[in-house]
Nanobody
Framework: VQLQASGGGLVQAGGSLRLSCTAS????????MSWFRQTPGKEREFVSG????????VYTDSVKGRFTISRDNAKSSVYLQINSLKPDDTAVYYC??????????????????????WGKGTLVTVSS
């Protein structure tokens, strides 16, 4: 499975971006999808994830109410709508996929060590 993330850029604080991640080479509907972010010198951190059912959405506390994750299985894509951006949101954002048995349709993958596939990342820079 190959993941291609896009949508990053330079925005002013308070602005919005929509990150997209498109998968190829696998059965997208069988993957729990998540977004992580990383800044220099820090570990990659979980931002948000969506289950294969699309019904369970999880967010880290710092982005609740500002970020919205969604998936479109027909387009093999997952999205992250980012609103009310803050300088602390500046990071490289990565999408990742975790193969999940259909019996765990509400599972959301939050541990970066457990992800099966990673995209290359897209840089989000928020100016104050």
């Amino acid at each position: 499975v190959q993941l291609q993330a896009s949508g990053g850029g330079l925005v002013q604080a308070g602005g919005s971006l929509r990150l997209s991640c498109t998968a190829s080479g696998g059965t997208f509907s069988r993957y729990a999808m998540s977004w992580f972010r990383q800044t220099p010198g820090k570990e990659r951190e979980f931002v948000s994830g969506v289950s294969i059912s699309g019904q369970n959405l999880v967010y880290t506390d710092s982005v609740k109410g500002r970020f919205t994750i969604s998936r479109d299985n027909a387009k093999s894509s997952v999205y992250l709508q980012i609103n009310s951006l803050k300088p602390d949101d500046t990071a490289v954002y990565y999408c990742a996929a975790d193969a999940v048995d259909v019996y765990y349709s509400d599972y959301v993958a939050q541990d970066p060590a457990g992800m099966d596939y990673w995209g290359k990342g897209t840089l989000v820079t928020v100016s104050s």
